[in-house]
């Protein structure tokens, strides 16, 4: 059975859809009912509740296990109706009618599903499958039950992380910066966050100011950053030191025919990637033949660099891996699977797609990192023969990617404790041939990563100065390496400064938030994060334009509380967040405090007010004309101004 919901169209002349199926056999034969129903009404289109999806998932979960009536109308009726009646009691009170209207949308295409599967005594043509295989990339939400298995390797499941539901919360990337900061927290340092990821590390003993944005730190020297960022320098230093690179030249966008005779003459297979890229974005690897160049060059003048020059380099066999170098020693070494999915003989290549997707959804690193649905997995299933809608074999592993990049999907494999001496010291001799290169995260290809580099090739494809550390720090399979920890103390040595012997697993700190986040809803905002996270402490304003705090409870969600504070609801533009390590409170919950100040103005002015109406009677001796009203404005407080604005907390 499945829930599929797709998005309506860019110039919204279409609503949203939502489709249900059903499918199964009798006699031998496969049957199928279709459902649909549109998220739109008197002329409104209707915004789809979480709520609402969810009960329509429960619906399709408790039809697996009844006895279906198969060509009873009423008793299928029955049986479906009472379902949906069991899941609409149970449900949430909708106050706003549209809300409550989509809930009758998703039940609506259920419903007209199952009669039709029930009702149905020949074959009928596959509407919802025809629709997938045309408009996939449409496809905002997708359920199907029972599910395929749960993705493992080896047999072995996806390894869990406690802290992923702190993390999952932040803004995409946020691991980047996040860990770093967490780890100086954790030393007992300050901080002070500022827009666009960047923040400033204070030491308590010294003094001493540390910068970071994202994943850069004082360890990569701008002039470090700037080779490592284009492709073709990084490559001619490295050729210097006698570190293999693959062959390869630069192209402008123009110049595809001589790019073309370039892939003649060094011969097939090739690569083709931008010169200056990130994220895997137009990367296109295996090209066998100039009729597939002809097809990746295509692919990548739309992708989102398409503009820039781009490499044409020789395709080097071997398993793509990613190894993190600290100053003179390497701390990680993960190898990188190009996306794909594994046929269990009974779900769609739809299916395994959108569940896979759900098991990355349980990765701090990966779970802002899915498997996109775009013109080149189409393009990897066309060679392959299939569809969106194709059912692979059990066993069979299809490959939606032909480079293994983990922000186009791909898995992880945490190796580091495998890796041959060899290729650590190759990967140490490749980063140091980059002046004031202290950090990095190199992409190799290696045939085998237990065997010294001289019985087989092994090649450095680029240089990364600031990689994302939460690949090695969470990996998909293999024990997890500590890099940002790692990290912090090296940059922390390299300024000279001591740390503790011993991280703090609880903090109690001090929030102090600068910006427009007063008036906005901002405490009423925290303090439903910090309930979220289990966090104790109180939140109140503090002054014109800030906001103060003091959060106790575990490190991890400390910290993530800290880095989301710099977002704050969605009127709220703060400017910067600075947390101080503070003797704890011991409170038993998360309050929210009001401002004295603001209080005792509030009845200072009641008291006026009063006075003011006494005066206006007695001067008019007999009171108030009949038709005149001297009713005065009612001053609310701190707390019953912002209920009005927002409603309950």
């Not at 409104?44 to 009844?66: D, M």
């Not at 996040?178 to 030393?187: S, T």
């Not at 990765?363 to 997995?377: F, G, T």
Request: charged share 25%; glycine share 8%.
């Amino acid at each position: 059975m499945r829930l599929v919901r797709f998005r309506r169209n860019d110039d919204k002349s279409q609503p949203s859809r939502i489709y249900a199926q059903v499918v199964g056999s009798h006699l031998d034969k496969e049957v199928r009912g279709i459902g649909q129903a549109e998220l739109f009404q008197n002329g409104e289109h209707l915004i789809l509740p979480a709520n609402a999806w969810k009960c329509g998932e429960t619906v399709l979960e408790a039809l697996l296990s009844k006895q279906v009536p198969l060509g009873d109308i009423r008793q299928s009726t029955s049986l479906i109706d009472g379902l949906i009646h069991s899941v609409e009691s149970s449900m949430p009170t909708e106050d706003d009618e549209p809300a409550h209207a989509a809930y009758h949308v998703v039940f609506r295409a259920i419903r007209e599903a199952f009669l039709a599967f029930c009702t149905a005594d020949s074959p009928v043509e596959d509407e919802l499958g025809a629709l997938l295989d045309g408009k996939m990339p449409k496809v905002s939400r997708y359920f199907v039950s029972p599910p395929p298995p749960a993705p493992t390797y080896n047999g072995t499941p996806a390894n869990v992380f406690s802290d992923a539901p702190y993390i999952e919360p932040l803004p995409k990337d946020g691991t980047k910066g996040h860990l770093l900061e967490r780890e100086a927290l954790k030393y007992g340092m300050a901080s002070t966050r500022y827009p666009n990821g960047a923040f400033v590390v204070t030491d308590s003993q010294s003094q001493q100011r540390m910068g970071f944005k994202w994943g850069r730190s004082p360890l990569a020297s701008g002039v470090a950053l700037s080779i490592c960022s284009y492709k073709e320098a990084t490559r001619r230093l490295l050729n210097r030191v006698d570190v293999p690179v693959p062959n390869g030249r630069v192209f402008s966008i123009a110049d595809e025919a001589q790019a073309i005779q370039y892939a003649d003459r060094i011969g097939y297979p090739v690569v083709c990637k931008p010169v200056a890229g990130l994220r895997g974005i137009g990367v296109v690897a295996n090209i066998k033949n100039r009729n597939e160049l002809e097809d990746a060059l295509r692919l990548y003048k739309h992708s989102e660099l398409g503009a820039d020059d781009f490499v044409i380099e020789e395709h080097v066999p071997g398993e793509d891996y990613r190894i993190v170098v600290i100053g003179d020693r390497v701390v990680a070494s993960v190898v990188r699977a190009p996306a794909s999915v594994t046929g269990d003989g009974l779900h769609t290549v739809a299916d395994l797609i959108e569940h896979k997707n759900q098991a990355r959804q349980a990765n701090p690193h990966l779970s802002s990192r899915p498997i996109k649905l775009s013109e080149s997995l189409e393009y990897q299933l066309e060679l392959a023969g299939l569809k969106y809608t194709s059912v692979p074999a059990r066993g069979q592993v299809v490959l939606l990617a032909n480079s293994a990049n983990l922000s186009q999907g791909g898995d992880s494999f945490e190796i580091a404790d495998e890796l041959h001496p060899s290729i650590k010291e190759l990967s140490v001799k490749a980063v140091q041939a980059v002046p004031g290169l202290g950090f990095c995260g190199l992409d190799m290809l290696i045939e085998d990563h237990t065997k010294p580099v001289w019985e087989q090739r092994v090649t450095v494809i680029e240089l990364n100065a600031h990689a994302a550390i939460g690949s090695a720090q969470y990996p998909m399979w293999g024990t997890p390496a500590p890099v940002a920890k790692d990290f912090f103390e090296a940059t922390c040595a390299n300024a000279d400064i001591s740390l503790p012997v011993a991280q703090s697993e609880r903090l109690s700190v001090e929030l102090s938030i600068r910006g427009r986040v007063t008036g906005v809803g901002y405490r009423q905002w925290l303090k439903r994060k910090a309930v979220r996270f289990g966090l104790t402490g109180f939140v109140r304003n503090h002054g014109k334009s800030g906001v103060l705090a003091h959060i106790e409870g575990d490190a991890d969600a400390v910290a993530a509380l800290g880095y989301l504070a710099m977002t704050g609801p969605h009127r709220a533009v703060p400017t910067s967040v600075t947390m101080r390590h503070v003797g704890g409170l011991h409170r038993s919950a998360f309050e929210i405090i009001s401002d004295p100040f603001k209080v005792r103005a509030v009845r200072k002015a009641k008291r006026v007010v009063s006075r003011m109406r006494r005066k206006v009677r007695k001067t008019l001796r007999l009171g108030t004309p009949r038709g005149m009203s001297l009713a005065l404005p009612r001053f609310r407080t701190d707390e019953e101004s912002s209920r009005q604005r927002l409603g309950p907390a």
